[in-house]
């Protein structure tokens, strides 16, 4: 008998250790569909996503430079603000991005609410003020209305307004990419030279900073350690937060997901191609140089983490009332 | 028996005439849903519709200025364009621009195909060339595949780029505004003084123009008939297009459908209001000096026009390719 429990027992740590050999714990974790918890909030927040009424000109909102048609990004180098001004670094995905450690390159903002209120007031962005804004918005009464609804007073304030945005940028998470549905176990879910570039990308080093569910986004990392990166941006990155001399050229490690819609790459915007960034990262970070076929192979793996896009119905603003503000983009 | 059939067509006359008369004719038709005659160029053609790329900035596309979210239109007097330069008239709203005579204030394009060319090329709005476009196009994998199934040919031209940007925007109509719904004999989706304010838009000749499904856009009509429209707005109407004198300052009757959603108006978008707009055309176009009692009935039969916007899902643009050319916004 207590042979036959001693066999018993065996035989379960064996399959439990097989289980886990079968599925083992890999570096990058699948993204899971938003859950949403206030359909009313998300639906405001999507509307003053939409709304180029944020801006000084009118003509600018946060889906210029954060376009939900294009991975969440502008595809530029970076962005272009009021008045055509150049701005200082790359627009960051808002794709996925509740999942970082903190928002904007160099941290400065400790959630996506904090974010929100930036670009709005920034003079080389959106140029507004959050007063102004607020007095827009609160001159338009289906907007008025709408705030009563979802925050039960018709007060509008830039918290609310943030708060209203920072929920609808949560629902805009990415799953059921290729990659996905490779680690939840369908194995023909991605090529063999893709499996492949994903092992190279482990195994050479990657995976230190791209990991978690975003594949990347948890940390802060200089940019240039074996090697220094060569640029005219002059971005000093966490170091203008923290002003600690190691924190200098230290830039937050971008989400790979949906990394084929979110070109040009890096801080400054400077590759324009995935070759070209894994040829980068693979000398400045890690000493490597990738020859052509692994490159390739990176490259077809990072092709693998684009996910299903925000799907949503355009949004219909509401209209501006006789007593709102009307921009005056030349002054 | 001859007396009891000339009784019979006398009540047949008699019911007839009754018929006409509880359903008159009005200057203003009900507008109907588009019928899409081909949902794949029309998919196609609202990705090009969205896409930035099709100017030199990658920055503006034909959504930036005719905005879905917003009327169809900018919202601004006149728009923005490649670095940041001033339009010179105010956008129409692309909303039923279908049922024009003609595209542009001036009407110089026949229609909405050959209206969709010209922002792209024009050095102050998209500051593209058609060459360039379809260049860039055509380095898109995605996109050629697109034309090739749409098109029967991978060939992209601009051609097949402005026609299925018209099979778009030919369904961008707005039914189903209440006063359709009164006009196809619903008599409660209009109040009584939005009824009121109809019959002195009929009586007092604002629809002489503005008539037809789109209550407007059916003639060119100078700006000024009875006292002179004075404005900075140094554009000429439709002598631009035919050299006469006569059509100086002669303009396309603008469409009044959403108008509650387009403003501002005019063609130099001087007018914020409607209540402003009301009082000029009374004056300037019928000699009436409406009293406020008079402009707000009108103003309140104007919204009336408002209708079911349209409605899709934001398009998903696909992604450049490593030899697509990258815009460079600030050269």
Same sequence: chains 1, 2.
Wanted: charged residues 20%; negative net charge; aromatic residues 8%.
């Amino acid at each position: 008998m207590r042979t036959l429990l001693g066999m018993v027992a065996l035989v379960c740590v064996a399959t439990a250790w097989a289980s886990a050999q079968s599925a083992p714990q890999e570096l990058i974790q699948p993204i899971e569909a938003a859950a949403v918890a206030n359909p009313a909030m998300m639906e405001l927040g999507k509307k003053l996503y939409f709304d180029p009424r944020l801006s000084r000109s009118g003509f600018i909102s946060c889906n210029s430079c954060h376009n939900l048609s294009m991975g969440g990004s502008d595809n530029l180098k970076t962005s272009i603000g009021h008045n055509w001004q150049k701005g200082p670094i790359n627009a960051p995905t808002v794709l996925n991005s509740s999942m970082s450690v903190a928002q904007f390159w160099d941290g400065r903002a400790v959630d996506l609410k904090e974010q929100a209120g930036g670009p709005i007031a920034n003079p080389g962005e959106m140029a507004f003020t959050h007063e102004l804004a607020i007095g827009l918005l609160a001159s338009i009464p289906q907007y008025v209305e709408e705030f009563e609804r979802v925050f039960d007073t018709p007060v509008v304030d830039i918290d609310r307004v943030t708060k209203a945005i920072a929920v609808f940028e949560e629902t805009l998470v990415t799953p059921n990419a290729r990659f996905d549905r490779w680690l939840k176990g369908d194995r023909s879910a991605i090529t063999a030279t893709e499996l492949e570039g994903y092992q190279l990308f482990k195994s050479s080093g990657c995976a230190m900073c791209h990991n978690g569910p975003a594949a990347g986004g948890r940390a802060f990392r200089k940019m240039g350690i074996v090697e220094p990166y060569r640029t005219d941006n002059p971005a000093e990155g966490r170091f203008a937060v923290t002003g600690r001399d190691a924190d200098r050229f230290s830039f937050k490690v971008p989400s790979l997901r949906n990394v084929e819609l979110t070109y040009p790459y890096f801080h400054d915007g400077a590759a324009d191609t995935l070759a070209e960034s894994v040829d980068v990262m693979g000398r400045i970070q890690l000493g490597k140089r990738y020859s052509p076929e692994e490159n390739a192979k990176i490259v077809a793996f990072l092709k693998t983490l684009t996910g299903d896009q925000p799907s949503f119905q355009l949004p219909q603003l509401p209209p501006s009332s006789d007593i709102t503000p009307r921009p005056n983009p030349f002054d």
